[in-house]
C-alpha cells in the first residue's frame, strides 16, 4: 500500500485513542509509524525520528529484537497458540508467573496476568475489594457457632462487604476502564464519564515545585501524610480497601516521592488495615534503574500493577502481583477470586515477556539505567539555562521537563496559552525536527522524555539538543 493510501484510510476509517480525529480533515497528515530500530522509527514517508517516548513509556527493549521475539512467539504459536487461565495452567503462564516473583521484591509471589494497564489497575481494586470479604468470610467461618449465616455474621463483625473505596492521587493517570477511570485522577478524563464507581479520593501529589520555597523536605512529606490520613478518616477507614499510586507518578511530570514519604504511607496503610498497591505500569521493569520502583523506594507494596515493559510492548500483556498475605484467604477450598479475561496469561504473550525478560538479562539492561542516569540527567539539565525551562525533575530514564512563563515568581501558563504552545507550537516543532516526545497539560505544562532503556549519550545528546532548539525557540516567540 502506498503513503497516500494509508493516509486516506487512516482518514477514513481508524479512530485513534486520545486523539482529536478533525485535526485531520483539513490536510493535516496523519502520523503512520511503519519501522523501528533501536531508539528511532520511521514514518510512511521514510522520515526518521528519536523516540523519545519509547512508544508509549513501554518499549523498553527498543525497537530492535522483533526477529528473537518473533521466533518464541512462533514456536509458541508452533506449540500452543492458546489456552486459558480459567481453571488451566500451561507451562508459560507458569514460568513467567515464577519469573516475576523472582524478580518482584519480598513475598510479592502471586500472579494474576490480564491484558494491559488499566486492566491491571481493574483487577487490583476488585481483588482489594474482595479481599476483605474473603478475610472476613475466613475468619467468620472459623469462629462460627450459631447457625447464621455467613454475610450476617461478616456484617456483624464489621467487616467483609463495606471495604470498597480507594484513595489515589490528584493528576495521576491510571487507565481508562470504569474502575480505573475513577482511580484516575484527571478531572478532564473523567468528567464526561461520570458517574464513576465508588468511592474514590484523591489525595495530593509529591509535585514540589509549585510548594512554598522556605518549606522543608520534611515538612513536605509531613503536608503529604496529614493530608493522606486525613482523607482516610473522613472516608472511614473501615470502608477503605486501596490506596492505589505510582512509585514516581507520571502525569504532571515525574513526580518523585520526598524522602520518608513512602515509609509514611506504608504505615498509614498498616495503621488501618488498607492494602498498598504501587502502580508500576510504567516504573517497572528498569524504567526507574530497578526491575521494580517499589524496590528504588522501598515501598513494600501488598499489591503491584503492571504491563508496559513486561513484554516491552511487543505483546499485549499485564499482570497483578500479590503478596502471600493476600492470597492467603483466596486459598481456602471454597474460596476464590470471582474474576478473570479471556486473554490473561495468552501463552504467545507469556513467551513474549519471558524472552523480553531474557534480552533485558542478557544484556544488562537495568544496570545500563542505573549506570547512565546521572549523566542523563546532568545533560537535561543543562535546559535549565532556557527561560522557558523551570524544572527538571525525574529519576532514572523517566522525566519531565517543566515550561513556565516566568522562572522568578514559576508562574504557569493559561489554558488557551498552553493550546498555543503545546498543541500549536511545541508538538509540531518537535515531531518537524524528528523527535517524539509527549507534551502534556494534565498538570502544569510538561515535556515528558522516556526513551527506551537502551539509549546512550549520543541518542541522549540528540534528545537534549532538539529540545534545546525548539523549547529556545518556544521561548522567543512567547515570553
Ligand atoms: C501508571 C499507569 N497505570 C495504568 C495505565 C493504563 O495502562 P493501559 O494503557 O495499558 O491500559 C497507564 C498507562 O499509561 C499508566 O501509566
Known amino acids: 500500500m502506498t503513503a497516500a493510501d494509508l493516509q486516506q484510510r487512516a482518514r477514513d476509517h481508524l479512530w485513534m485513542h486520545f486523539t482529536r480525529m478533525g485535526g485531520y480533515g483539513d490536510g493535516q497528515e496523519v502520523p503512520i509509524i511503519v519501522k523501528g530500530d533501536g531508539c528511532y522509527v520511521w514514518d510512511a514517508n521514510g522520515k526518521r525520528y528519536l523516540d523519545?517516548?519509547?512508544g508509549l513509556f513501554s518499549v523498553n527493549i527498543g525497537y530492535g529484537h522483533g526477529e528473537e521475539i518473533g521466533q518464541a512467539a512462533l514456536e509458541q504459536m508452533r506449540e500452543l497458540p492458546f489456552y486459558t487461565n480459567w481453571s488451566y495452567a500451561h507451562p508459560k503462564a507458569i514460568e513467567l508467573a515464577s519469573e516475576l516473583a523472582s524478580l518482584a521484591p519480598g513475598d510479592l509471589n502471586r500472579v494474576f496476568f490480564v491484558s494491559g494497564g488499566s486492566e491491571a489497575v481493574e483487577s487490583a481494586w476488585k481483588l482489594a475489594r474482595q479481599y476483605y470479604?474473603?478475610?472476613?468470610?475466613?475468619?467468620?467461618?472459623?469462629?462460627?457457632?450459631?447457625?447464621?449465616?455467613?454475610?450476617?455474621?461478616i456484617v456483624a463483625a464489621g467487616r467483609g462487604p463495606h471495604r470498597y473505596k480507594a484513595v489515589a492521587r490528584h493528576i495521576a493517570y491510571h487507565g481508562t476502564t470504569m474502575g480505573a477511570l475513577s482511580i484516575n485522577g484527571i478531572p478532564s478524563l473523567r468528567s464526561s464519564f461520570e458517574p464513576l464507581v465508588p468511592e474514590v479520593r484523591h489525595v495530593h501529589n509529591t509535585n514540589r515545585y509549585h510548594r512554598p520555597a522556605?518549606?522543608?523536605e520534611q515538612e513536605f512529606t509531613r503536608f503529604l501524610l496529614d493530608d493522606l490520613e486525613q482523607a482516610i478518616l473522613a472516608m472511614g477507614p473501615e470502608t477503605v480497601c486501596l490506596v492505589h499510586m505510582e512509585p514516581v507518578q507520571n502525569a504532571g511530570g515525574c513526580f518523585t516521592p520526598p524522602a520518608g514519604y513512602w515509609q509514611g504511607v506504608r504505615a498509614i496503610c498498616d495503621a488501618y488495615d488498607i492494602l498498598l498497591s504501587a502502580d508500576e505500569v510504567i516504573t517497572a521493569f528498569g524504567r526507574l534503574g530497578h526491575w521494580f520502583g517499589s524496590e528504588r523506594y522501598d515501598i513494600r507494596p501488598d499489591i503491584v500493577t503492571c504491563a508496559k515493559g513486561l513484554s516491552s510492548s511487543y505483546g499485549p500483556i499485564g499482570a497483578v502481583i500479590a503478596r502471600d498475605e493476600v492470597m492467603e484467604p483466596f486459598l481456602d477450598a471454597t474460596a476464590m477470586y470471582a474474576h478473570g479475561v479471556t486473554f490473561g496469561g495468552h501463552p504467545v504473550m507469556c513467551a513474549i515477556a519471558l524472552k523480553n525478560i531474557e534480552i533485558m538479562k542478557r544484556e544488562r539492561i537495568v544496570e545500563h539505567v542505573r549506570d547512565s542516569e546521572d549523566v542523563f540527567r546532568a545533560k537535561l539539565e543543562t535546559l535549565l539555562d532556557l527561560p522557558i525551562v523551570g524544572d527538571v525533575r525525574g529519576t532514572g530514564f523517566f522525566y519531565a521537563v517543566e515550561l513556565v512563563k516566568d522562572k522568578e515568581t514559576r508562574a504557569t501558563f493559561e489554558d488557551d496559552e498552553c493550546e498555543t504552545l503545546l498543541r500549536g507550537y511545541l508538538s509540531p516543532a518537535l515531531f518537524d525536527a524528528g523527535l517524539i516526545?509527549?507534551?502534556?497539560?494534565?498538570?502544569?505544562?510538561?515535556?515528558?522524555?522516556?526513551?527506551?532503556?537502551?539509549?546512550?549519550?549520543a541518542e541522549m545528546d540528540e534528545i537534549v539538543g532538539i529540545l534545546g532548539d525548539v523549547?529556545?525557540?518556544?521561548?522567543?516567540?512567547?515570553l
Open 471 to 478: 523549547l529556545g525557540e518556544a521561548a522567543r516567540r512567547l
Open 214 to 216: 522556605e518549606e522543608s
Open 52 to 54: 523519545a517516548l519509547a
Open 437 to 457: 516526545c509527549r507534551q502534556d497539560d494534565r498538570g502544569d505544562p510538561v515535556v515528558q522524555i522516556s526513551p527506551p532503556l537502551v539509549a546512550g549519550e
Open 133 to 153: 470479604a474473603a478475610r472476613g468470610e475466613k475468619r467468620v467461618r472459623h469462629a462460627l457457632r450459631e447457625p447464621e449465616t455467613i454475610h450476617d455474621a
